[in-house]
């Protein structure tokens, strides 16, 4: 679906942008773990201000569905009040995990609050929620690679690819 020297070249321009919209700033970039880890590490590359870096790790799949409940795994111990805060996500569908987190770090009183995600499925969404930085909008489609997996897989995969249910196979009868 996309290769990797248009992803990085995407991040790269996301991480230029982030870099002119907080000049003089200093963010803090909430990573949430397993799948953002190659997108953050690829951004944060590009970051020419000074900043922080903390990962949180929570789960809401189960294969290719979001079970719809956010379950904190990993939590934040750095203080955020005052702070600018980036939550960097791998994919941004149905938007449930966003919101929950977002919903956590608000009442902590950052001073700002924005998410970068490398993948965004508008028509997905089913929960109130904006990025502010998007690398590619895709199609509702399960995807897979450049940190994304399935069920722990594919996480490897330098590019993005769609995952491929196997297709009833057809049987050829006598005649």
């Known amino acids: 679906m996309i290769?990797?020297?248009?992803?990085e070249t995407r991040i790269a321009a996301l991480a230029g942008q982030i870099s002119a919209d907080y000049a003089g700033r200093q963010p803090l970039f909430v990573a949430i773990l397993n799948?953002?880890?190659?997108f953050v590490a690829q951004l944060m590359k590009g970051i020419s201000v000074a900043c922080d870096v903390t990962f949180v790790r929570v789960a809401s799949y189960q294969a290719t569905e979001s079970s719809g409940v956010v379950k904190e795994i990993l939590g934040l111990t750095e203080d955020i009040r005052g702070r600018d805060v980036i939550i960097v996500e791998d994919i941004v569908d149905t938007?449930?995990?966003m919101f929950e987190l977002c919903?956590?770090?608000a009442?902590?009183?950052?001073?700002?609050?924005?998410?970068a995600t490398m993948l965004f499925k508008p028509t997905a969404l089913r929960a109130d929620v904006s990025p502010s930085y998007v690398g590619f909008e895709i199609d509702n489609k399960f995807v897979l690679g450049y940190?994304?997996?399935y069920d722990g897989l594919g996480r490897n995969l330098a590019a993005i690819y769609v995952l491929q249910q196997?297709?009833?196979?057809?049987?050829?009868?006598?005649n």
Do not use: H, V, Y
């Not at 290769?3 to 992803?7: G, P, S, Y």
């Open 3 to 7: 290769d990797r020297a248009t992803l």
């Open 95 to 97: 938007g449930l995990t």
């Open 103 to 105: 919903g956590q770090l």
């Open 147 to 149: 940190g994304l997996d």
């Open 166 to 174: 196997d297709a009833p196979t057809e049987t050829t009868g006598g």
């Open 107 to 115: 009442t902590q009183k950052p001073n700002s609050l924005k998410i």
């Open 35 to 38: 799948g953002s880890f190659m």
